[in-house]
């Protein structure tokens, strides 16, 4: 075999390795992606290291604003699903009147917090452009609001009971009104990013000498 066939056969023999070494760079740059839009996005939350470590974790797409939010949402709606399954679980073991009506209020609470949590995300998950897009953003910032409002209302129920209870109890809530108020921020930058977007599109160039040009409303 000539030496020119043996470098021929070497040559092709090298090439699935470099194959598959240019496409390892290419995942590679695209998780990279996402850490960099989650670590841009927490930095300013409330909790921001808690806002790292859950998204940090989290197995869907967190590539853009939108999707940390909605994934931030979604973190928040299942604790709180967690939250109500202990307290539910915990029920027959609260004694004295006092108890029982704070774990009551609470769970009717969580109840209301599940639901406005998941018409967030219901709302994220079809958001439009436009002025409605506008509206989406409002929605959901409404509902999650609302949801921070049950969570801390379902804290003061227990302030008046004593004990294991009243502490195991706050550090199930107060560890879901923590990712709620992160997930309420990131609507609310979702929404302050959006809105940039859509001042520079309303931007229009610098008439010139010769041309006529658009108006704000974008006709002639």
């Known amino acids: 075999m000539s030496p020119s066939t043996l470098a021929l056969f070497a040559l092709l023999a090298l090439l699935p390795a470099a194959a598959r070494g240019s496409a390892a760079p290419r995942g ?14 927490c930095s300013h939350a409330r909790y921001p290291d808690l806002c790292l ?10 590539d853009n604003p939108r999707d940390v939010a909605r994934a931030a949402l979604k973190i928040s709606l299942a604790r709180a699903r967690r939250a109500s ?10 004694r004295s009147k006092r108890e029982r009506g704070a774990v009551a209020d609470c769970l009717e609470q969580l109840s209301d917090t599940v639901d406005e949590l998941g018409q967030s995300v219901a709302e ?11 509206w989406q953003l409002s929605n959901a910032e409404t509902w999650v609001s609302a949801a921070l409002t049950n969570e801390d209302t379902c804290l003061d129920g227990f302030q008046e009971v004593d004990g294991t209870v009243r ?5 199930k809530i107060s560890d879901v009104t923590r ?7 990131l609507i609310n930058r979702l929404d302050e990013i959006t809105s940039r977007r859509r001042s520079g599109r309303g931007r ?5 000498a010769g041309f006529v040009t658009a108006g704000g409303d974008g006709r002639l």
């Open 124 to 134: 994220l998950k079809r958001l439009r452009g436009g002025e409605e897009l506008r």
């Open 53 to 62: 470590r859950t998204l940090s974790s989290y197995a869907g797409p967190t």
């Open 179 to 185: 990712v709620t108020s992160n997930a309420l921020y």
């Open 204 to 208: 229009r160039p610098a008439r010139r």
């Open 28 to 41: 590679h740059s695209a998780a990279h992606r996402g850490g960099d839009v989650v670590r841009s996005s």
């Open 85 to 94: 399954s202990y307290l539910s679980g915990q029920a027959a073991s609260f």
């Open 167 to 171: 502490g195991d109890v706050r550090s």
